[in-house]
Nanobody, 121 residues
Framework: QVQLVESGGGLVQAGGSLRLSCATS????????MGWYRQAPGKQRELVAA???????NYADSVKGRFTVSRDNAKRALYLQMNSLKPEDTAIYYC???????????????WGQGTQVTVSS
């Protein structure tokens, strides 16, 4: 069974930084795109940043220039460096990965349980 586990969330003052990590475990043949999503209270879950297996990245306009997504393919891990944090970045952050478990199988989406990020003003 594949598992994604996030870590690194917490409480930080506006202007501060946090680094989120997402570790994967289980039987994995290949990981395609990995990404970070977030969901604030009363709002829909939204894409924050994603990185393909080849290293191409894309970001939500609201975080461009402040957040950096990266991955370590050898470790099968995903990271999100968040700088210049704002109160509006407060949300639960979720790791997402498009994973092929076994050779010949179709890819499917997996989600972590989420990690809370709170930015105080």
């Amino acid at each position: 069974q594949v598992q994604l586990v996030e870590s690194g969330g917490g409480l930080v003052q506006a202007g501060g930084s946090l680094r989120l990590s997402c570790a994967t475990s289980g039987s994995i043949f290949r990981i395609n795109t990995m990404g970070w999503y977030r969901q604030a209270p009363g709002k829909q879950r939204e894409l924050v940043a994603a990185v393909s297996s080849g290293g191409s990245t894309n970001y939500a306009d609201s975080v461009k220039g402040r957040f950096t997504v990266s991955r370590d393919n050898a470790k099968r891990a995903l990271y999100l460096q968040m700088n210049s944090l704002k109160p509006e970045d407060t949300a639960i952050y979720y790791c997402n990965a498009d994973i092929v478990q076994w050779y010949g199988n179709a890819a499917r989406q997996y989600w972590g349980q989420g990690t809370q990020v709170t930015v105080s003003s």
